[in-house]
């Protein structure tokens, strides 16, 4: 069964920094994996959705870098400003499980503070 | 844009109530799914479905049921609802179930006592 981690569990920033979140995943056999946002109290908001046969994808400020055979993705936020604090989920749609079905990371909570 | 909406945000209910809970998708997605998600144990899956009528059983299906009758309505329902069922419930659709992006609602927030 597909296992996704996400490293740090928390962080916090001041306003201004690059940061990089991390999501690890055991099975390397994915459709994509796909980065979320989300609120306190609200739903996920997709950010970006990398597929297995690619390598990055950019939107703004966020990139995120995906390496299947190592079973790693990164998401890469540059300048960083209090707007951006939410928790942030990563999940992989597994070729294994019936229909693609998504895994999720238990997720990364960020504050950027002023 | 994709529009994934669900009946209540904030809910309440007393144990042994059968619960409805309803999501509504305007892009004419084929997949549908519910989540709930609680503190230190993250999503979970607890059915999704491919098709009208059609259903599969995720992760922790036990206590629950679903309705699909229409391609845009799928229903998450609660045959007797109990403490533990206590939860943020989340649904989503996609178009092409394992390519696309998964659209997330707003989440309904349930407590039974």
């Known amino acids: 069964k597909q296992e996704v981690t996400q490293i740090p569990a928390a962080l916090s920033v001041p306003e201004g920094e690059n940061l990089v979140l991390n999501c690890s995943f055991t099975d390397s056999a994915i459709y994509n994996l796909q980065w979320f946002r989300q609120d306190p109290g609200k739903g996920l908001t997709s950010l970006l959705l990398?597929?297995?046969?690619?390598r990055e994808q950019t939107s703004g400020r966020l990139n995120a870098s995906l390496d299947k055979s190592s079973g790693r993705s990164t998401l890469y936020i540059a300048a960083s400003q209090p707007g951006d604090s939410a928790t942030y989920l990563c999940a992989v749609a597994d070729r294994g499980s019936t229909l693609g079905r998504l895994y999720f990371g238990r997720g990364t909570q960020l504050t950027v503070w002023p | 844009d994709v529009k994934v909406t669900q009946s209540s945000r904030y809910l309440v209910k007393r144990t042994g109530e059968k619960v409805f809970l309803e999501c509504v998708q305007d892009m004419d997605h084929e997949n549908m799914f519910w989540y709930r998600q609680d503190p230190g144990l993250g999503l979970r899956l607890i059915y999704f479905s491919y098709d009208v009528k059609m259903k599969e059983k995720g992760d922790i299906p036990e206590g629950y049921s679903v309705s699909r009758e229409k391609k845009e309505r799928f229903s998450l329902i609660l045959e007797s609802a109990s403490t533990n069922q206590t939860s943020m419930y989340l649904c989503?659709?996609?178009?092409?179930?394992?390519?696309?992006?998964?659209?997330f609602g707003p989440g309904t927030r349930l407590t039974v006592t």
């Open positions: 989503a659709s996609s178009f092409v179930a394992g390519h696309d992006e998964q659209y």
């Open positions: 990398i597929q297995s046969s690619q």
